[in-house]
């Protein structure tokens, strides 16, 4: 701020509120073109942040794409092996299965034809008590 020195001239109580005023718009005009300055520099700054944060959300955005892109095709590919070794042990285990069944049904014939020639054709009935008591 500059001081002002009055001479004879400027003296008067109108000469000292003139030169007040023109002060006063010079200073007000001098805060309204810094706030302009600080304004326009704002909002270059928010402009600038806001392109950095746009490309930084593209950058992750297509990061991420990628990522699950590789993901997936892993999980794919993954359940096709899976769904292949599963074809391949229900069928192994399919036919363990049924080989057991013969062998089982053919033992049980074997049981049954062998107590089949044991059976007497005469009918038993048991009249006897149903203890032993030491006998």
Request: hydrophobic share 50%.
């Given at each position: 701020m500059e001081q002002v020195r009055l001479d004879a001239t400027e003296?008067?109580?109108?000469?000292?509120?003139?030169n007040v005023a023109t002060q006063?718009?010079?200073m007000q005009a001098a805060a309204t073109?810094?706030?302009?300055?600080?304004?326009?520099s704002a909002a270059a700054a928010a402009a600038e942040q806001a392109a950095t944060l746009t490309s930084t959300?593209?950058?992750?955005?297509?990061?991420?794409?990628?990522?699950?892109?590789?993901?997936?095709r892993s999980l794919s590919s993954?359940?096709?092996?899976?769904?292949?070794?599963?074809?391949?042990?229900?069928s192994t285990l399919t036919a363990a299965v049924n080989q057991q069944l013969r062998a089982v049904n053919t033992s049980l014939a074997s049981?049954?034809?062998a107590l089949t020639g044991k059976r007497s054709a005469a009918s038993h009935m048991w009249v006897g008590s149903c203890s032993n008591h030491g006998k």
């Open positions: 003296a008067t109580l109108a000469g000292v509120q003139a006063m718009q010079a073109a810094a706030a302009a300055a600080q304004s326009t959300v593209s950058n992750m955005t297509a990061t991420m794409d990628t990522r699950i892109t590789g993901v997936l993954t359940s096709v092996a899976l769904r292949g070794s599963q074809t391949a042990g229900a049981v049954t034809v």
